[in-house]
């Protein structure tokens, strides 16, 4: 049987389109890969795939979680690993796809991730809420000295894994997970273009009403991942009325083209036996690329 096949790349690339193409005709199940698709409510600005589309493949590990539920990389590990297993062990190939770096080394690296423990979590949580995010930066300073500066100390969410864990990811060591990574790779400019078309789409299909129910339900909540996540923060402020409707959307095209940043960067660093795909091949060329190298 194939390795298991990873279409990675930057948000806009095109992976979701391809990695169905694959799905249907080399008799695949499709794994998500994106660390926002596995929110419950949150479609539009996730880029979700549609129903249609989830109907003609099967699709696993979307819509897993509710915005305020924890959902961590280890958890992502265990439930892809096992989706993993269960597509292969019914002849299937199993397709990753999505451009969350963290998710694909959780499965590329043999991370050693510890056991979670919610009453420190539950306590850490509560903490900034009450006192903010400069007294979890106190308490990693003063408690882990060597790792503080390892994390990036703005993230609420990583400051309180590492207070609650006491550990940062740093040692990668390659999985024996038998993984074929492609990475569809784009001109910035390019992809600047496909990114603000997307948004402009994601406008029309009703993105603000989305990011309006998100605000009313969790807005309070604006420290949970979730909420952080890019095409959510950027409207809250106009939903309260500082900011207009232009200078959100402009906020947001510029946070997913700095994400779109990040994600190159990261895989260029990250792994080491990618194969790059030039976005501009059409679908036939970029097939005919991976069958090639996919074995």
């Known amino acids: 049987m194939r390795d298991n096949l990873v279409i990675f790349g930057p948000t806009a690339s095109g992976k979701s389109s391809l990695a169905l193409e694959l799905a249907k005709r080399y008799d695949g199940e499709l794994i998500n890969m994106d660390s926002m698709q596995v929110y419950q409510t949150m479609d539009i600005a996730t880029a979700k795939p549609s ?7 099967p699709h ?8 305020h539920e924890d959902f961590s990389s280890q958890d992502y590990k265990r439930m892809a690993l096992r989706a993993i297993s269960d597509i292969r062990s019914r002849g299937k190939n199993p397709i990753l796809v ?3 770096g963290l998710y694909l080394s959780s499965l590329y690296y043999d991370y050693d991730f510890r056991n979670k423990d919610d009453e420190k979590r539950n306590y850490y949580n509560s903490l900034l809420k009450e006192e903010g995010i400069e007294r979890l930066q106190e308490l990693a300073r003063e408690g882990f000295p060597e790792l503080v500066d390892k994390v990036d100390i703005n993230n609420p969410h990583r400051l309180i894994r590492l207070l609650e864990t006491g550990q940062v990811l740093e040692e990668k060591t390659r999985s024996s997970l038998p993984l074929k990574v492609f990475y569809l790779d784009w001109e910035r400019e390019l992809l600047n273009g496909r990114i603000e078309r997307r948004i402009g789409a994601m406008i029309e299909a009703g993105l603000l009403e989305e990011v309006e129910y998100i605000f009313t339900h969790y807005g309070k909540m604006e420290y949970l991942p979730s909420i952080r996540g890019i095409g959510y923060k950027e409207y809250f402020s106009y939903l ?3 900011r207009s409707l232009e200078e959100a959307k402009e906020r947001h095209l510029i946070s997913t083209r700095q994400y779109a940043k990040r994600q190159r960067t990261w895989a260029r660093n990250q792994y080491s036996d990618l194969v790059y795909i030039d976005g501009r ?15």
């Open 281 to 295: 091949l059409d679908l036939e060329e970029k097939i005919k690329l991976i069958e090639e190298n996919w074995r």
């Open 51 to 57: 129903r249609e589309e989830m109907a003609q493949v």
């Open 60 to 67: 696993h590990l979307f819509d897993l979680v509710l915005p």
């Open 98 to 100: 999505g451009g969350t």
């Open 240 to 242: 309260k009325g500082t």
